[in-house]
C-alpha cells in the first residue's frame, strides 16, 4: 500500500518538500544543541523544563484524542464514524512519533536512551510512559494497518485485530493518565499537585484531537475529495463542545482552590499566567497575553459551534474556524501554561521566567513538520485505499 | 526469484561498499601499536598483562559499579601494593600519558569511549595549571 | 514465496520483541537491580519496625549545621562553598541560568520559605544560610528516576548519583523540594579554575548534586564542608541512628529546624538557628 503515497499532484509534493525542508532546517538545529549541550535553549537550573516537554505532554493528548472516534465506532457500533476511525489511529502513530522525538530533544544524553530499558524502574513513572507510549504505538500501528489492508482487499478484518483494537481503548486513556502522572505527584510543584490533572488533560485531549481530525477532513474534502459525512462532523463537534466545556470547568475549579484558598503554592502559577506575578518589587507576566488568548479562543470556538448547532448550519469554513480557536486554545493552555506555570516560582520561592531561544524554537518546528509529514503520507495512504475500493 | 536484474547488481555493489575498508588498505591492518610502559618504570599491575589486554574495559565497568552503587570503595591489592578503585585513582596514577598509552589502542581499533569526557588526565591537570 | 516471508516476518518480530523485553524481565526479576526500589517502600521482612518509624536502620548518615556559628561571619559561608566546589571540580559558570550549585547560600526566606515570618529577626534578616541535598530519607528523585542513576546507598542512606546511568532528563529536578539539583547544560570544564586531581569533573546533560564527600568518607575523612569549619565546629556530621554519635547528643541537646518537613522527605540534615 506503500506506493499509494508515491503518486500525488504538485500541491501534495509541493507540501512534502515544504515540511522536508523544515525538518532539514529543525534536525540542523538539533545537531547544534547535540554538540553543544541543553544550554542552547531557555531552559536552566530553576526552569529546567520547557518547550520540548510541554509540547510533549499535548502530543500525548493529540493521540489519546482518536480515543473519541475508535470508541463510538467499535463499542457502539456507530456506523458514521467508520470512515474517521483510521485517521484517529493514523493520527495517534503520527503524534505519538512527535512525543517521542520531543522525549529525546529534551534529555541531556539522548544516546543513553536505552537505559530506560536496560534498567527497568518500576517506581518512575517516566519508565511507565515510555512503556504505555510504545505501546499504544504499537496497537495504532497494527490496527491501522491490517483494517486499511482488509478493506483494500474488500474483505473483513481477521477477527484477531479486534482485540488489539480494544485494548487500545484502555490504553489511550493510560497514555494521558501516566503523563499527567509525571506532574501530579511531585512534592513541591503546587500547581501540578492536583488530582484533577489527569481529568484535565483527558478532557482537553478529547477536544484537541478531534478538532485536529475535522480540520484535516475538511482539508482532504477540499483536495482529495474525501467526505467524512454531514453527520459524523455534526456529532464530533458535539463531542469536542462537551471535551472543551469539561476541560474549562476544571480549570475554573483550580481558580477557585487557588483564589478561595489563598495558598500561595496554587495561587502564584495562576496569578503568573493570567494576571502577572508581584515577587520582589518586579511583576512576572510574560505569558498573560497568551493565556487571555486561550482563554478567547477557548469561548470563540464554543460561540462558533454553539451558533453551527442553533441555526442548523455546517460550513467548512465554520467547521475549520471553530476546530482551530478550539485546538489553539487547548495548545496555548496545556501546550505552554500547565509546564511552564507550574514552574515559575522555584522550591526557594525564587521566580524566574522562561523565554525559548531561536533554536529550540526551531528544533520543535522540525518535530511538528515530521509529525505532518507522517500523517500526510498514512492520510495519503488511507484515502488512496478509500477512493481504490469506491472506483 | 523475481527481478534477478536489479537485484544481482545491486547486492555486488553493496558488498563492494560494505567492504571498502579492508580492500583500500589493502588487506592489511597496519602496524600494530606498542602502548607506552608506564613511564615511571612500575612493573606491577592488578592483573597479568594478558588480562588488562583483554579485560581492562569489563574490569573498569565492575570497579564503577562496586565504587558508586554499591559503596565498596575498598582498595585492591595487587602483590603488596594497594590501588584506589579507579581510573583517575590506580590506572592513570602510572599509566600517566592517555595519548601515548590508552589512545594508542583506542585509535588503532576505532574504539572512542567516553571516560575522558569526565576523568582527567594528568595532562589536564598540568594544563589547567599552566592557563587557568 | 509469500508464505515464506510471513512466517519469516513472525519469526523476526517474535525475536526482536524477545531481545527488547528479555533484559526488562530479567532485571524486574533479579532482585539487587530493584534494589534502590525496594529500598524505597516494597516491605522487606525485619525491617518493619524501622520503616514504621520512617526511618531506615543501620548507618544513616546526617549533618546539624550550627548556625549561630556562621552569623555576622559571611566568610565562613564562603570558605565552606570554595571547599566542596575545590574537592569537586564544581565549575564557576557566572549566569544563574545554567550555574551548578552542591552547597550554597541563601536568605532565611528562601532556605526555609515554608518556616519564614512576618516580622523575623535582625540575626535571620541578615545572614545567609547554607544550603545542600537533603539526603532524605525519602527522597523523591530517587523516587521518579527512570534509569535508577540517583539511588539511595543501602549501608549509609547517602542519596548517591551515578553520571555514568544519568540519562539527563532532569525528572529528578523536578521531583527535589530543595532545588539541590544541577544539570550540565554545557560542558562544565571551560569554568574550572583548578582541577582536583582526587576527582573527575562532569560531562555535560548529566545532573549532578552534593554526595556528602563519599569518596571522603571512604578515605576515612570528614566531608569538605565539615573540615572547612572544623576549628570552631560549626557543623556536625555523623550517624543519625546511632544515639551515641555526637550528631545525636547535639540533636537530643538543641532545639533545630529542617527544611521543608511537611513535604514527608524526611531531611538528614537540621539547622540550629
Known sequence: ?391 | MYNKGLIVPGLVVFVIIATFPFWYNGLSAGPVPKPELPPGGEKQCVAPAEVMRSEHMSMLNEWRDEVLRDGHRVAVVADGKEYRKGLQTACMSCHTNKEKFCDSCHNYTAVQPYCWDCHLTPANIVAKKEKP | MDNNRRSFLKIAGITALAGIGAPVAAHLSSSPAAASAEAHGAPQEGHEAARESGKRDGVRLGMVIDMRKFYGHPEMLDKVIAACDKAHNIPHIGNKKSEIKWIWKAPYANAFPDQSVAHSSKTIAENDFLVLCNHCDQPPCVRVCPTKATFVLEENGIVAMDYHRCIGCRFCMMACPYGARSFNWEDPRPYISEYNPDFPTRMRGVVEKCTFCEERLALGQQPACVEAVKDCGAIVFGDLNNPESQICQVLAKENTIQRSPAYGTKPSVFYIV
Open chain 1, 1 to 391: 500500500m506503500i506506493e499509494k503515497a508515491l503518486k500525488g499532484n504538485t500541491i501534495y509534493w509541493g507540501w512534502l518538500a515544504l515540511l522536508l525542508a523544515l525538518i532539514a532546517l529543525g534536525a540542523a538545529c538539533y545537531i547544534r544543541q547535540f554538540n553543544f549541550g541543553m544550554g542552547l535553549t531557555g531552559m536552566g537550573r530553576d526552569l529546567s523544563w520547557g518547550l520540548y516537554i510541554s509540547q510533549f505532554t499535548f502530543l500525548v493528548g493529540v493521540a489519546a484524542g482518536g480515543l473519541m472516534l475508535v470508541l463510538p465506532f467499535y463499542i457502539h457500533d456507530y456506523k458514521v464514524f467508520g470512515r474517521l476511525t483510521i485517521l484517529g489511529e493514523f493520527l495517534a502513530i503520527s503524534a505519538i512519533v512527535m512525543c517521542l522525538m520531543f522525549v529525546m530533544a529534551d534529555i541531556g544524553q539522548p544516546i543513553r536512551g536505552l537505559n530506560m530499558i536496560l534498567h527497568p524502574t518500576p517506581n518512575s513513572m517516566l519508565f511507565w510512559d515510555m512503556v504505555v507510549l510504545l505501546g499504544y504505538l504499537t496497537l495504532n500501528v497494527i490496527c491501522g494497518w491490517v483494517i486499511l489492508t482488509a478493506e483494500k482487499k474488500e474483505i473483513k478484518p481477521p477477527k484477531w485485530v479486534y482485540f488489539f483494537v480494544y485494548v487500545s481503548i484502555p490504553f489511550a486513556v493510560s497514555i494521558h493518565t501516566v503523563t499527567a502522572m509525571l506532574y501530579c505527584g511531585l512534592p513541591s510543584r503546587h500547581f501540578w499537585l492536583s488530582a484533577i490533572t489527569a481529568p484535565r488533560f483527558l478532557a482537553s485531549a478529547f477536544a484537541a484531537g478531534p478538532a485536529l481530525i475535522l480540520i484535516f477532513c475538511v482539508i482532504m474534502k477540499k483536495l482529495a475529495h474525501f467526505d467524512a459525512g454531514k453527520e459524523a462532523v455534526n456529532k464530533l463537534i458535539t463531542i469536542i463542545m462537551y471535551a472543551a466545556i469539561i476541560n474549562a470547568f476544571f480549570v475554573c475549579m483550580e481558580f477557585f482552590v487557588g483564589f478561595y484558598s489563598n495558598v500561595p503554592g496554587h495561587l502564584h502559577s495562576l496569578e503568573y499566567l493570567f494576571f502577572g506575578l508581584e515577587h520582589d518589587g518586579h511583576t512576572y507576566n510574560n505569558l498573560v497575553p497568551v493565556m487571555w488568548t486561550s482563554v478567547v479562543m477557548c469561548f470563540a470556538g464554543l460561540a462558533v459551534f454553539s451558533y453551527m448547532k442553533l441555526a442548523k448550519v455546517q460550513t467548512d469554513t465554520l467547521v475549520v474556524l471553530g476546530c482551530t480557536l478550539t485546538f489553539l486554545s487547548l495548545f496555548l493552555d496545556k501546550g505552554l501554561g500547565f509546564v511552564l506555570g507550574g514552574l515559575v516560582v522555584n522550591p526557594l520561592n525564587e521566580v524566574t521566567e522562561y523565554y525559548p531561544t531561536l533554536n529550540e524554537i526551531l528544533v520543535s518546528v522540525g518535530i511538528w513538520a515530521t509529525g505532518f509529514l507522517l500523517v500526510t503520507l498514512l492520510y495519503k495512504i488511507a484515502v488512496a485505499v478509500e477512493h481504490e475500493v469506491e472506483a
